[in-house]
């Protein structure tokens, strides 16, 4: 099992940056693809960013490819989306989330941190 702690959101200007990070219990850990997902309000939760379990490969939403860079650290079991450029659009409330499926989606992670606010004014 993996317990998932999100930290790093705030309010921030747009155009600005912010380092969201994820971190993780368990001694598998890397074995999982880290999944970074978001909920802006009325909206349903979306894909942003995953790496897989080396961090070797990573994959971006068409939205944030070029701003986002999503990394991981498996000796201190943490995940972490770098974010610049950042648009009100971003404003959400960004998840952590764990797989082992092939396939990256909300309804193929098993694990999910309880999110953070990210909150980017115009």
């Known amino acids: 099992q993996v317990q998932l702690v999100e930290s790093g959101g705030e309010l921030v200007q747009a155009g600005g940056s912010l380092r969201l990070s994820c971190a993780a219990s368990?001694?598998?850990?890397?074995?999982?693809?880290m999944a970074w997902f978001r909920q802006a309000p009325g909206k349903e939760r979306e894909f942003v960013a995953a790496?897989?379990?080396?961090?070797?490969?990573?994959y971006y939403a068409d939205s944030v490819k070029g701003r986002f860079t999503i990394s991981r650290d498996n000796a201190k079991n943490m995940v972490y989306l770098q974010m610049n450029s950042l648009k009100p659009e971003d404003t959400a409330v960004y998840y952590c989330?764990?797989?082992?499926?092939?396939?990256?989606?909300?309804?193929?992670?098993?694990?999910w941190g309880q999110g953070t606010l990210v909150t980017v004014s115009s």
């Open positions: 790496i897989n379990w080396s961090g070797g490969s990573t």
């Open positions: 989330a764990a797989t082992r499926r092939m396939v990256v989606t909300s309804s193929t992670c098993d694990y």
């Open positions: 368990g001694r598998t850990f890397s074995t999982y693809t």
